[in-house]
């Protein structure tokens, strides 16, 4: 049973650039949250995805949008990139949004902003 | 607001010897607690969860934790560390009830250093 997958693993950009990151659920699942985890910190929600839909937004910059596809994987994209952007983006699945359930993480997309 | 609070950003242990991370949180709710484990450059592999009933959580690699509502805690144990569990391990409560898509908000986590 394939877990979550996240694409590219790593990612150069310079800055003002756009960047599309790619990730497809656990086999099951059917909601996508995605993190930011800069350096030293812990993850950070930044949206989460459930039928296609956004369901709920952290404290992100509408330069941060996503998409969710009938299949139930997600992009996530940034565009007019900055520094700051630098990250690890991760990517986690689980089975119900709202509902107390697990969520399984992707081994994430490394992201350079230079 | 929710928070976690992990106060210790650096730990180092004698592999063998026993382990305990703290983890603190601060949540109106009844909360659902995680503790993952961060190799580096990898992702987040779930060691335990706490939903409901008993406060004693077993979870891989050895690790238990203890849900303690009465100091908002859960701390991670281990009674005897292996060099395999250095690690960075983050601890992260997941909102809960109507309207919220059970987010979950870590900590900064700890950085565990086993030494031989």
């Known amino acids: 049973d394939a877990g979550v997958t996240q694409s590219p693993t790593h990612l150069i950009k310079t800055r003002g650039q756009q960047v599309t990151l790619r990730c497809s659920p656990k086999?099951?699942?059917?909601?996508v949250s995605w993190y930011q985890q800069a350096l030293g910190q812990g993850p950070q929600f930044i949206f989460q995805?459930?039928?296609?839909?956004?369901?709920q937004r952290g404290n992100f910059p509408d330069r941060f949008s996503g998409h969710q596809f009938p299949n139930y994987s997600s992009e996530l994209n940034v565009n007019a990139l900055l520094l700051g952007d630098s990250a690890l983006y991760l990517c986690a699945s689980s089975v119900l949004a709202g509902a107390p359930d697990t969520q399984y993480f992707g081994p994430g997309t490394r992201l350079t902003v230079l | 607001a929710q928070s976690v609070t992990q106060p210790d950003i650096h730990i180092t242990v004698s592999e063998g010897a026993s382990l305990e991370l703290r983890c603190n949180y601060s949540?109106?709710?009844?909360?659902?607690l995680f503790w993952y484990v961060q190799s580096p450059g990898q992702g987040l592999q779930l060691l335990l969860k706490y939903f409901s009933g008993d406060t004693l959580v077993q979870g891989i690699k050895g690790f238990e934790a203890e849900f303690k509502r009465s100091q908002s805690s859960f701390n991670l144990r281990k009674p005897s560390v292996h060099w395999s569990d250095a690690a960075e391990y983050f601890c992260a409560v997941g909102e809960s009830g109507s309207g919220n898509t059970g987010k979950l908000i870590f900590g900064q986590g700890t950085t565990l250093q086993v030494k031989p």
């Open positions: 995805y459930y039928e296609e839909e956004e369901r």
């Open positions: 949540y109106g709710a009844t909360p659902y």
């Open positions: 086999s099951g699942h059917d909601t």
